[in-house]
């Protein structure tokens, strides 16, 4: 059978160039993006509420507008602040750029914020990867990450629907059956068996076992 070649190492970006006004990187990756990757702490916090309040929402008189485009703004791997939080294994960072996205929403409709939230959780960089499936990938046993993102969205599991590896196939992939067993439960069985290349979640499995046979 064909090997399946996962990359279990959190992508995290690199420390930043000289770069133009705006803070991207030679990698495409804003300030946010670095700062989202780099820590958990307090000032890494402080410093991207900084980011996106004062300066994306001020600039050139941004407002709410300005705001979503720095917490949607997409590397040269497609990947947003939210991915590199993620990666990183940041978990109180992934609550606070949710946090910071919801409140560009219409405060006053809690329908219409969770909508918000949930298309912004759900976007895929170049590979069709979520945020979860960078959760997935630097989990290591640790579901933090995993449930902040799936206590939003408890269908992000879901996605891909269908040709791409969904969070679960990455996780039997990558030989993580624990992390496989939580995002089931997490998501009450509503969740993608789809792998890339017409495979599924069984063949992630199958593989896994040969490997571990030979």
Request: charged content about 25%.
């Amino acid at each position: 059978s064909e090997a399946v070649i996962v990359d279990v190492l959190p992508r995290r970006p690199p420390a930043p160039a000289a770069a133009p006004d705006d803070g991207v990187t030679m990698e495409g990756d804003s300030l946010l993006h670095v700062v989202a990757a780099c820590g958990d702490g307090e000032d890494f916090i402080d410093c991207a509420k900084m980011i996106v309040r004062d300066y994306y929402g001020n600039k050139g008189g941004g407002g709410a507008g300005g705001k979503r485009r720095a917490l949607e703004a997409r590397n040269n791997k497609g990947d947003t602040p939210l991915h590199c939080a993620a990666g990183a294994g940041n978990a109180h960072m992934i609550s606070c750029l949710v946090g910071l996205l919801a409140n560009t929403a219409d405060d006053d409709n809690d329908e219409a914020g969770a909508a918000v939230k949930k298309a912004f959780l759900r976007l895929q960089n170049e590979c069709g990867e979520t945020a979860l499936h960078q959760a997935v990938r630097a989990a290591r046993n640790n579901v933090v990450c995993i449930d902040h993102l799936m206590d939003v969205d408890p269908e992000l599991a879901c996605i891909p629907h269908e040709d791409g590896a969904s969070p679960l196939y990455m996780a039997i992939s990558l030989g993580e059956i624990e992390i496989a067993r939580h995002l089931y439960v997490k998501s009450k069985g509503k969740l993608s068996y789809s792998g890339p290349d017409g495979r599924n979640v069984l063949h992630a499995a199958v593989h896994r076992g040969q490997g571990k046979a030979n």
